[in-house]
């Protein structure tokens, strides 16, 4: 594999995923990838496997379990919780000055 020759436009090859929440279609770096691994969703950061759902990972009005139950059912708070957590660790995790 040999890397791009400088000026390819990358967009070309950003694939596009559409949120569970919103519906909006966005490059897929800009989405939390969750997955169902034994009747359980989880958020997936390695390979990938099995069936992949998308929530923006930036917008706390797609993390509420209402608009999370169409696409993850009687799971949705679970997920919910799961988002809202991972958030406020990415967010103790950067330096913060008061
Ligand atoms: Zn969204």
């Known amino acids: 594999m040999s ?12 694939p596009e995923r559409t949120c569970v929440a919103c ?7 800009e989405f939390v990838r969750l997955t169902r691994i034994e009747g359980r ?21 797609c993390w509420q379990d209402k608009r999370l139950r169409r696409a993850f059912g009687p799971q949705a708070p679970e997920v919910s919780a799961l988002l809202a957590r991972r958030f406020q660790s990415t967010q103790t995790n950067q330096p913060m000055t008061d």
């Open 23 to 29: 519906r909006t279609r966005r490059p897929q770096g």
């Open 3 to 14: 890397a791009a020759p400088a000026g390819y436009p990358r967009e070309r090859h950003v």
């Open 41 to 61: 969703w989880q958020e997936q950061t390695g390979n990938r496997t099995g069936r992949g759902a998308y929530v923006c990972s930036d917008s706390p009005n």
